[in-house]
């Protein structure tokens, strides 16, 4: 194009190369001085985890859609200390604060129980381990068993020490007798391909752990909780059964001691037998003025449902103060006495109150019981009844 000034070059590129001689080449905002950008707070950055589709095999023809869908995460963990916990409150428990909101997207929300209950082992597997997407609603250290919300209102429970005797005697509370109120349903059981952890989906329990209320709330409410707590294990030894031990063929796991393994199938008279073994063994540990006299005889045809880990953490108050218990991998049927020895062995010293009420308002064999936490005692190596929170030589 032509002018009077001469000729006017407008195509683009030779337009470029004009400014970049008379200006010099323009630095890239990567390369500008830190005093001329504006400083991002770590705060203003979202924690977000995208969210989550798993395709179901093809042969997996029972559920539909063939896609599962896990909402975002928007949030951090929030870890926060439950101490108190044990014989002399020196345990304690972690708790992912988001477990507890309501609010929170949680990985299986928006699915039903049948949807939940016709998923492939794997894949669910794959979702409750998963702690950035199930927060964590209780982990124990000393067991390293760990409890994850997965939908507002069921949680899973898994770890190294979750037995299928937990889940076992769940199910036959929960379809014959009136204990059932008071105890979680199960929905299902799997196991973990890659841990070999047993998983349990059971009912959320929305409430208060009795060990941390129990010091800042009032006397009258105190009582009412202990009436209903020696109530409801009094409608528990209702339910009896003739053999000892968990339910199903399983091992076990109450006043076992590893030195001395207990058969797998056993009358009342072989009960009998294993447990005086046991108390023989017991009063060898102590000295002769501290030795308990007289032999165990437990059997009287019948044999009552029992937790076998009675402590404080094992009770779930709901927000209409109704009772829950949780945590029944030691439970099954055995003596009426058993139930109560355990409890004094476990219960520390605050909870003295509420485990008097139990021992006296429930009928039971006192040098029976006697004989029960020695062994208890002997078991958890301390034979001399030095340690724990259940040797209270005030109740008796």
């Not at 951090?76 to 304690?92: A, D, I, S």
């Not at 997207?105 to 669910?124: A, Q, R």
């Not at 009896?240 to 797998?264: C, K, N, S």
């Not at 030691?330 to 409890?343: D, Q, T």
Request: glycine fraction near 6%; include cysteine.
């Amino acid at each position: 194009m032509e002018s009077r000034g001469g000729s006017t070059n407008l195509h683009p590129i030779s337009s470029r190369r004009r400014r970049i001689r008379l200006h010099g080449r323009p630095r890239r905002a990567r390369s500008l001085p830190s005093r001329f950008r504006e400083p991002v707070a770590v705060e203003a950055i979202p924690y977000i985890l995208p969210p989550l589709q798993i395709q179901l095999p093809d042969t997996w023809r029972l559920w539909k859609p063939a896609v599962l869908h896990c909402p975002p995460v928007t949030s951090l963990p929030c870890w926060r200390p439950c101490p108190n916990y044990g014989p002399r409150e020196t345990k304690f428990r972690l708790c992912d604060t988001r477990s507890l909101d309501d609010k929170f997207s949680f990985p299986l929300k928006g699915y039903n129980n049948w949807e939940i209950e016709s998923m492939p082992d794997k894949v669910l597997a794959k979702i409750i381990t998963d702690w950035h997407r199930s927060p964590v609603l209780s982990f124990r250290p000393d067991t390293r068993n760990v409890i994850s919300r997965i939908a507002p209102d069921l949680v899973a429970k898994w770890g190294p020490a979750v037995c299928q005797a937990e889940a076992d005697i769940m199910w036959i509370i929960g379809e014959k007798w009136r204990v059932k109120t008071h105890i979680p349903e199960v929905h299902r059981v799997l196991r973990d391909e890659v841990t070999g952890y047993l998983i349990i989906i059971m009912d959320y329990v929305r409430g208060s752990n009795l060990v941390d209320i129990w010091h800042c709330i009032s006397p009258e409410r105190r009582h009412r909780l202990t009436k209903a707590i020696v109530k409801l294990i009094c409608v528990m030894q209702t339910n009896e059964a003739r053999y000892p031990g968990p339910a199903g063929i399983t091992p076990m796991r109450a006043l076992v001691h590893r030195d001395y393994p207990v058969p797998l199938c056993m009358n009342g008279t072989d009960y009998d037998r294993y447990m005086n073994v046991l108390l023989s063994v017991a009063n060898c540990y102590r000295p002769e003025g501290m030795r308990t006299k007289g032999f165990m005889r437990t059997y009287r045809g019948k044999f009552v449902l029992a937790n076998m880990n009675l402590d404080p953490s094992s009770f779930i108050v709901d927000r209409k103060n109704n009772i829950w218990i949780v945590g029944w991998a030691n439970g099954g049927f055995y003596p009426p006495e058993s139930e109560l020895a355990m409890v004094e062995r476990l219960m520390p010293s605050r909870f003295a109150d509420l485990t008097r009420e139990i021992l006296k308002n429930i009928l039971h064999d006192r040098l029976q019981r006697q004989h029960l936490r020695l062994i208890a005692s002997m078991i958890d190596g301390d034979p001399l009844e030095k340690k724990g929170g259940g040797f209270y030589h005030h109740l008796e």
